[in-house]
Every structure is written in structure tokens, then in C-alpha cells.
């Protein structure tokens, strides 16, 4: 595990080489195991400070870790270190982006900076850890390189991109990407501030990661990386959740649920909500009405990915539909929701008695004890933390898809959070609860990406406020340019048009607050019915950018009230309310779409923004992008 011999393996550039020749220890972990142990320190105790020595300043306390029996557990001393900060991307490069570059920012060229940071790491004890970016299948020769006492950062990649012994290592292996990991800089250089560099090349993508939240690196940094290497190939990694959905008729239906954060992504991989065998529907904000549906027997859902959803073209097929897997080997579980025993009870299972070591963030960690995913390490001013993680591999998930064998994708679903609308107190939350959507439309919604109503996730939206995530919803995480991914996003969908599109809000459609159920509704619905809805039960929508409503949804010999299909006909929204609504969104798609009207936007795509900018109806959609249900 200690030997540099184990460097002959390894193609790398010719400064990083020099640099770990001059390290007194590298450390090549052979075992998962091994790397584990590594968290706790060379004393391999129970509670191990990651500190560093910062000139001027003396030792800081970055992150501490405890042992407990079900994995070790990272707390960080600041509040600030326990999230992602959404403006920590830099640049270092000068190909295409619009992103901040770090020449502009902090006025002078990274180089300058990568060379302090090869002479620091030359200098230190690290783990040189391999691992595949878009997980063990499909996934590219990666590189991570963190200083030993950060073996939790390392083993944060082990557990999400999956763990690559240095035995199976074979000679040449040439990174196509490398993440390297020096904390210190982000008080010496930054101050204080997460910053993580990307500093591309043809060949090879760099990402520096100056703080030791794996949020913006090990997790988001691998997603950028997937995205850059899609841009030179031609393909894209979704930021969506999969899962195959059995209906207890026996069909098997794929759905992918795209949105921003907030969407229902993780959502989609759980399973309907029922009280004493029914499922409640919405609750009328005006009359405290209740509407319920009596359920029997529902889907059985089988996940297939959480949150990176690779659709490389070299695993797409004839079938017209796209064909997608997971990126991932393991999944980053937020756990905010879960603040007392039995409200998640399949995570909890997993991560009280897993079949081996988890490693958990911003929790509660008695040295010697369980560890419980309920139990959220406060902040300062005594409050929970809102982001606890837990990182489970992708085969401790009940039901699973076994293997990550490609799926073709029958529903590629988005989600929005929707505000109560009433025709006293209007908003933009009239979408119904399934809008069936061309090509085109699907497109439109995937470059504005609106986060939506009071979203948990994003500190900077408030109330009914509209806030774009960016193009895809991956934007925050994408080192390119927009209308880049907007071009491929359009092809993508377009040469998928077997994949039926569909639109579905969450918290509130009109005057009802429906929380996810309209979510579960629509799965259980479009299961039941093999993915397939007929046309002769398609009405054009009221606002164009909503495309088709159902003028009925029957389950189980039971209607859905037709104010959930078409919220104009709600008694307290109306015609007149839904139509404000409706101008309020389709006014902020056209603010946030002419800026992709560029020379390098997709001659197609210049026509269908253009349709949408001139208030164009359904049908002119439909010459672009015919739809093939019949």
C-alpha cells in the first residue's frame, strides 16, 4: 500500500509526477477497507481532528471524524462548510465557458496557482486513489489525489464512483480526469470560501478542489467532469432520477424525472403514500376540502438512478426511445427530511445495520455507537442542520436494478413546484396534474428549469418567486456554454421521439395542495396503462407551453376529479385566474430564453424560441416536433 513502485503504473503529467516523486508517503489503498480505517487517523481512534497548519494563523480545525459502527461520521467545525456553495466554480482554462474564470476573478492566471498547489502536494502525506467518473460500467479512467488525513474525502469518491484497488490498476492507466485536494488554500488563497477549479484540456480534465466538502467536487465536480467529456463526444448526463415502475398488472414501464432541485427527483423513487388504503390527493386551501382516491395495489418501483443519469451514445440503441443508466455507484442521500425514527424506513434499515462501513455527513456520531440518520448535528445557533448525507452504494438499494444495464426510457417526466392560484390571489401554479408535451415544449422547459415555489434546496428563492436553475437543471454544474448544451439537449430529445414527454407539478395545482401525490398519481396512472396515453383523450392546453391536458384519468374504477386534470375549472381559480397565471410563466420563459438566441443556437431551436416569444399556439409547435401518440 506504501511503495511508490506502484507510481510505474500510472501515465500522468509531468508536474504531478515530479511532485509525488518527491512525497515521502503515497499511499495506494488496496481494500475498501483499508481506506475506512484510514479516516480515523494513524492512531486509528475514535474521534480524529483533520487539522492543518495555516501560517500566521496556526493550526485549524477543518473536519473531525468519528467512529461509529456503522461507518465513520464527517462534521465540520463551520456551518458554511456543511452545504455547497453555489458560486464556487472557477475556471482555469481559456476554452469556451460562461462561467466565471479565475484570471478574472482573482487577476492573475491559475497556472501560477496550480504551481503553489503541485509544490504544496509535493510536499504532504496522500492517498492516490483511481476510480471511474460515470461509475464502474461506463464510467472513464479518473484520478483522485487528497492528502491522508482527508482518507474520508477519498473514500466519499470510493463510495460514489466506486473503489478501484491499485491491483487492479493496469500499467498505462492514463487519467482522463483528476481531482486533486488541497484544503488549506481556501484559507490561504480564498478567504474562507469554497473555490473549486476546473482547468480543462482535451484530453484531460482537472478539477482542484480547495475546501473538503465533497458536494462541489467528489459529487458535483464528477457530474462537471461527465458533462465537459458529453461536450467533446456528444452526449449528456441528466440531472435526473430513473426508476422502473411494475404496475400489478405486470407492465413495465421506465420513467426519468428531470426538474430543478426541489423537483420530485428523489421523490420518484418512493413509493405511494397511502392512508388506510387511500392516497390523499389535495387539500383545498380555501375550504380545507380533502380529496381522496381509494387505492388498492400499487406499483412496485425499481430504482435505477438517483441523480446523474448517464445517456452515452455508444449505449443508445434503434429504438427511438433514449437509453440511459446510472453514473453513479453510490448515492449522495440528503436526509433533512427524515427527523425521527419510521419516516424513511428503507434508509434507515440500510444504514443502521449496512453490510458494510457508510460514511455520513453533518450527523450526530457518538464514538462507538449507531450512528442514526434521524439525528442531525446542529449549527451554531442551534438549529438542525438541513443538509445531512449519507452515501449508500447502489447495490444495498432495495429493488433495485440489478447490473446497470441500459434502459430504454418509456415517460422522461419534469418537475416543477407549483404556488397556490386563486383567481383572488393569482399565480403561475395552474398546471394540471399531467401535461402531455411535444418535443419542442419539452425542450423550452429544459433551458429555463424554473425552481419554482419555496424551494427547500435554494436559499435565494423566496415565496412564489420564479428563479431559473439553468439550462438542463446541470447548469450549476456544467464548465461550457449554454447554448452548447441547449443544442445537444434539443438533439437528444428529438432523436428520441419514442420517449413520450410529459409536464407535472408539485405542492399545488391551482387551488389544492397536492405535496408529491400528483407525482405517485401520474406514475401509478401511466404504469397502469403501459406508458401509453391515446389521443382521443388529449385536450390542448390552455397555455400553449402546458401542451395537452387529459380530459379524463380513470384508476381503479375511480375518476379523477377533472379540476385536478384542467385547474381552469376549479370554482375558486376560473378562467380568469389561470390565465394570469399563465402569462406570469410564459412572461418569464420569454425573459429567460432570448438569451440562447445566439449564431451557435440549432437553426430548429431559433424557431421554436421564436414561437414561444410571438405567443404561438400548440398546433405551430407541432409542425416542428410532431408527437406520435395516436
Not at 431 to 456: C, D, E
Request: net charge negative; with cysteine; charged share 25%.
Amino acid at each position: 500500500m506504501y511503495s511508490h513502485a506502484y507510481m510505474k503504473k500510472y501515465s500522468l503529467p509531468e508536474d504531478l509526477y515530479n511532485a509525488l516523486s518527491k512525497c515521502k508517503v503515497l499511499c495506494f489503498p488496496e481494500t475498501k477497507a483499508q481506506l475506512v480505517e484510514m479516516c480515523f487517523g494513524p492512531t486509528h481512534s475514535s474521534k480524529y481532528n483533520v487539522v492543518y497548519p495555516i501560517p500566521g494563523k496556526g493550526i485549524f480545525n477543518a473536519a473531525e471524524v468519528v467512529r461509529c459502527k456503522n461507518g465513520p461520521v464527517v462534521n465540520y467545525m463551520e456551518d458554511y462548510m456543511r452545504r455547497r456553495d453555489p458560486d464556487c466554480m472557477r475556471i482555469g482554462d481559456d476554452l469556451p465557458t460562461d462561467k466565471p474564470r479565475f484570471k478574472d476573478v482573482y487577476g492573475y492566471d491559475f497556472s501560477i496557482l496550480r504551481e503553489e498547489t503541485m509544490q504544496w502536494l509535493s510536499q504532504q502525506q496522500l492517498i492516490i486513489l483511481p476510480f471511474h467518473s460515470g461509475g464502474k460500467y461506463y464510467g472513464y479512467d479518473s484520478l483522485m489525489i487528497c492528502p491522508k488525513n482527508a482518507a474520508f474525502f477519498a473514500l466519499s469518491i470510493a463510495n460514489m464512483q466506486g473503489f478501484v484497488s491499485v491491483y487492479d490498476v493496469q500499467p498505462g492507466f492514463k487519467p482522463r480526469a483528476i481531482i486533486y485536494v488541497a484544503p488549506p488554500f481556501r484559507y490561504t488563497h480564498f478567504k474562507g470560501k469554497q473555490v473549486v477549479v476546473h482547468n480543462r484540456s482535451e484530453e484531460l480534465h482537472e478539477v482542484f478542489s480547495y475546501n473538503l466538502y465533497p458536494g462541489p467536487s467528489a459529487k458535483k465536480g464528477v457530474f462537471s467532469i461527465l458533462l465537459d467529456i458529453g461536450e467533446h463526444e456528444g452526449w449528456i448526463t441528466n440531472h435526473a432520477s430513473a426508476a422502473m415502475v411494475e404496475s400489478p398488472y405486470e407492465n413495465e414501464v421506465v420513467f426519468m424525472h428531470e426538474g430543478a432541485s426541489g423537483g420530485g427527483k428523489s421523490e420518484m423513487l418512493e413509493e405511494l403514500q397511502k392512508e388506510d388504503g387511500r392516497i390523499l390527493l389535495g387539500t383545498h386551501t380555501v375550504t380545507g376540502e380533502k380529496y381522496y382516491l381509494n387505492f388498492g395495489e400499487s406499483c412496485k418501483i425499481h430504482p435505477i438512478a438517483d441523480d446523474m443519469v448517464i445517456a452515452r451514445t455508444d449505449i443508445q440503441n434503434d429504438s427511438k426511445r433514449l437509453v440511459i443508466a446510472d453514473a453513479e455507484n453510490g448515492w449522495f442521500l440528503r436526509m433533512d427530511g427524515d427527523t425521527s425514527y419510521g419516516m424513511n424506513p428503507q434508509y434507515e434499515r440500510i444504514s443502521i445495520h449496512p453490510p458494510e462501513p457508510l460514511e455520513f455527513f453533518n450527523m450526530d456520531g457518538v464514538p462507538g455507537a449507531t450512528c442514526l440518520i434521524w439525528e442531525h448535528v446542529l449549527n451554531s445557533d442551534g438549529s438542525r442542520c438541513s443538509n445531512p448525507r449519507v452515501i449508500i452504494p447502489r447495490d444495498m438499494i432495495e429493488n433495485i436494478m440489478p447490473g446497470n444495464e441500459p434502459q430504454e426510457v418509456n415517460v422522461r417526466s419534469f418537475g416543477v413546484r407549483m404556488p397556490p392560484a386563486t383567481k383572488d390571489n393569482p399565480s403561475y401554479g395552474v398546471m394540471g396534474l399531467m401535461q402531455i408535451v411535444p418535443t419542442s415544449i419539452a425542450w423550452l422547459w429544459r433551458l429555463v428549469s424554473p425552481r419554482g415555489f419555496k424551494n427547500p434546496s435554494i436559499s435565494d428563492t423566496a415565496g412564489n418567486e420564479l428563479k431559473s436553475e439553468g439550462v438542463g437543471s446541470y447548469w450549476p454544474f456544467s464548465t461550457g456554454k449554454k447554448v452548447t448544451q441547449a443544442n445537444m439537449l434539443l438533439h437528444q430529445l428529438v432523436d428520441t421521439p419514442k420517449t413520450m414527454n410529459i409536464l407535472i407539478p408539485n405542492q399545488h395545482i391551482g387551488a389544492y395542495h397536492v405535496g408529491f401525490a400528483g407525482e405517485w398519481l401520474t406514475r401509478e396512472y401511466l404504469a397502469r396503462k403501459g406508458g401509453r396515453v391515446k389521443a382521443k383523450h388529449l385536450v390542448p392546453a390552455r397555455c400553449p407551453i402546458f401542451g395537452y391536458s387529459l380530459d379524463e384519468m380513470k384508476m381503479d374504477g375511480q375518476y379523477v376529479r377533472q379540476t385536478f386534470l384542467r385547474p381552469e375549472m376549479q370554482s375558486k381559480l376560473g378562467l380568469e385566474g389561470y390565465d394570469v397565471g399563465a402569462k406570469i410563466l410564459t412572461d418569464y420563459f420569454k425573459q429567460e430564453i432570448r438569451q440562447f438566441i445566439t449564431d451557435d443556437l440549432d437553426p430548429m431551436g431559433r424557431e421554436i424560441i421564436e414561437l414561444c416569444l410571438n405567443d404561438a399556439p400548440l398546433e405551430e409547435y407541432l409542425k416542428i416536433t410532431p408527437m406520435l401518440i395516436r
